[in-house]
């Protein structure tokens, strides 16, 4: 399943970047019930931002630069805060539930101050597939059958879609209906045996099965030699 992933790619020369997000990250995971005991702790966490604010204020503002000796201390401290936020960052990440859905995860994650990964579209669970019919080739075997759709209207673009399930049953029943197939193109071809068949396909992204249409009936009198 996928997994919503913190973003912390700074350059350790951004020092008020660095700063901004130390900030943030410790007013949400300061005594935060998703997160208890985060290592590296909230007391380190403060002693290295406070060291790197001293830095900041020593090597001054534009037109009023400290010395040489400042700016090296100054790297030190943003190099030392930024190697603990890559640490918290690991740390809150694999401290994640795998039981929760990715929302679910992606909503605690964004409590920790840090920024996340942005979503593709779509956000939510995928609409049912577009246009389910029978394909008819004159290379097509007997006893087989072959059937294509087009993606689901909320899909903006190919990597939406991680792969399409196929689902088949001797009734017009999804409920009966078992998975036989994942397939990543929109076309699927089988030979089910002779008799009467209902067919469904579902798009599944990180969410997992999108929405269910109309089913397919196929009816098949011969099989395949």
Not at 183 to 188: G, L
Request: net charge positive; hydrophobic share 40%.
């Amino acid at each position: 399943m996928k997994k919503p992933i913190i973003v912390t790619k700074l350059k350790v020369t951004q020092f008020r970047a660095i700063k901004s997000m130390a900030e943030s990250v410790h007013e949400g995971l300061n005594l935060n019930a998703g997160f208890p005991n985060p290592q590296p702790s909230m007391p380190v966490l403060l002693a290295a931002l406070t060291a790197l604010n001293e830095a900041l204020e020593k090597w001054g503002k534009n037109g009023n630069r400290g010395s040489h000796a400042d700016y090296v201390n100054l790297q030190v401290a943003a190099l030392h805060m930024y190697r603990i936020l890559t640490q918290l960052a690991a740390w809150c990440m694999a401290s994640l539930d795998p039981a929760l859905s990715y929302g679910e995860q992606r909503v605690l994650l964004s409590t920790t101050g840090f920024p996340l990964k942005h979503d593709g579209s779509p956000q939510g669970r995928l609409e049912p597939v577009q246009d389910l019919h029978l394909f008819f080739a004159r290379n097509t075997r007997q006893g087989y059958i072959k059937f294509r759709w087009k993606r689901p209207l909320n899909v903006t673009s190919k990597g939406n879609v991680k792969n399409y399930l196929i689902y088949r049953s001797a009734a017009n029943d999804f409920s009966t209906a078992s998975v036989i197939a994942s397939v990543t193109k929109t076309t699927f071809t089988e030979a089910p045996g002779i008799g009467e068949w209902f067919y469904w396909v579902a798009a599944a992204n990180h969410h997992g099965p999108g929405a269910v249409g109309s089913s397919l009936q196929v009816e098949v009198f011969k099989n395949a030699l």
